[in-house]
């Protein structure tokens, strides 16, 4: 065994994407919670290329390794499988708090401990950053505002949301995880920010976490029925995963400490984007309407003049390039997975 170690460590040293060279006064230790996730692990990917060392700590209920497998190994990478809802010790400069799950049929699996990763766990997230000094990004959502009844939606609209309703774990995990924010930032001078995350999608996004841009492009690519919840007159607005990570970014780096909506402002009807993936993908699949979803926000569109003003932030990547790009990302998991089962 020892020869055979000995041997593969000489051999041809692993290969990495190329990070810049940072000097000690300018590369920070920056954890991500929740880093192996889709949005996550695309964090990971530009702070390590600028140069940082990060570590991610994540319990893999959403998230898989395969997401950060290109740095495993790499000096400036660790990764911790650890659950933030306990209490987690390191030393570090800055934290994205990103541990939650996500899309509707992840965080309502299970409720209780939705609500526990996003009370219990901010709490530890908040309470380490008081311990050490660190600055944190908290990941908010859009679902604060709920269904809302002001459009667009500015960071200054308080909500509308069912407490006890079944998107309730999540919507109200969030909001008290704001509030916990705040209280942390007042009360023990902790720097936090609050980045309020409208629909993002692009590659690494889990194939079956049901978000409808998943599962139309999956309908699609399987010549399945595409599935629109209700009439399809419900609006989303959709932002690719690049144009968020430098938002997340800006932010951390900036002065502004209110909640900012985080998102792209172009509105489109669920039926109308049934029609887009089908048009883009091509092949047979019909459209149908099925059952609504219960508590289905009916509007969302964020307003982000905020963003504009205080972060000279704006989503670049057009709808159809960044659909392009993922449409591409699940042909290539399907033949994988198509590969996987024949051998
Ligand atoms: P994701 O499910 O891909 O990533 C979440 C990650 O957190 C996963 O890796 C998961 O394993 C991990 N995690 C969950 N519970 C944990 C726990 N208790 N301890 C440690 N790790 C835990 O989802 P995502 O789309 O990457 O979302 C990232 C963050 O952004 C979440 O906080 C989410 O609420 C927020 N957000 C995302 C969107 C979106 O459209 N993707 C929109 C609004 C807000
Ligand atoms: N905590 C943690 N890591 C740290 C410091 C604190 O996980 O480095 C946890 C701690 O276990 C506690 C929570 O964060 O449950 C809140 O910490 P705080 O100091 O605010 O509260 P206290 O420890 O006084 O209850
Ligand atoms: N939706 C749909 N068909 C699907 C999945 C979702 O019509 O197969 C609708 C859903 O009812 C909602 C919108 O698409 O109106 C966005 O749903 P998603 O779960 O992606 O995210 P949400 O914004 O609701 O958190």
Known sequence: LEE????????????????KYLNYKNRKRILITGGAGFVGSHLVDDLMVQGHEVIVVDNFFTGRKRNVEH???????????????NPLFIE?????????????????????????????????????????????????TSE???????????????GHVNPIGPRACYDEGKRVSETLSYAYA??????????????TYGPRMHMNDGRVVSNFILQALRNETITVYGN?????????????VDGL????????????????????TIGEFAQIIKQLVGGPSVIRQTKAMEDDPQRRKPDITRARQHLHWEPKVPL???????????????????RFQES
């Open 232 to 244: 399809g007159k419900q609006t989303r607005s959709f932002q690719y995963v690049s144009d968020l």
């Open 249 to 268: 970014i800006a932010l951390m780096a900036s002065n502004y400490t209110q909640p900012i909506n985080l998102g792209n402002p172009v509105e489109q």
């Open 92 to 140: 570090i400069d800055e934290i994205y708090h990103l541990a939650s799950p996500a899309s509707p049929p992840h965080y309502m699996y299970n409720p209780v401990k939705t609500i526990k990763t996003n009370t219990m766990g901010t709490i530890n997230v908040l309470g380490l950053a008081k311990r050490v000094m660190a600055k944190v990004l908290i990941a908010s």
């Open 71 to 85: 740095w495993l190994g790499h000096e400036n990478f660790e990764l911790i499988h650890h659950d933030i809802v």
């Open 144 to 158: 604060v505002y709920g269904d809302p009844t002001v459009h667009p939606q500015p960071e200054t609209y308080w």
């Open 4 to 19: 055979q170690i000995r041997s593969l460590q000489t051999s041809t040293p692993r290969k990495y994407p190329k990070v």
């Open 320 to 338: 159809e390039t960044g659909l392009k790009r993922t449409i591409s990302y699940f042909r290539n998991e399907l033949a994988r997975s198509d």
């Open 186 to 199: 007042k009360q023990e001078k902790v720097q936090v920010r609050v980045a309020r995350i409208f629909n």
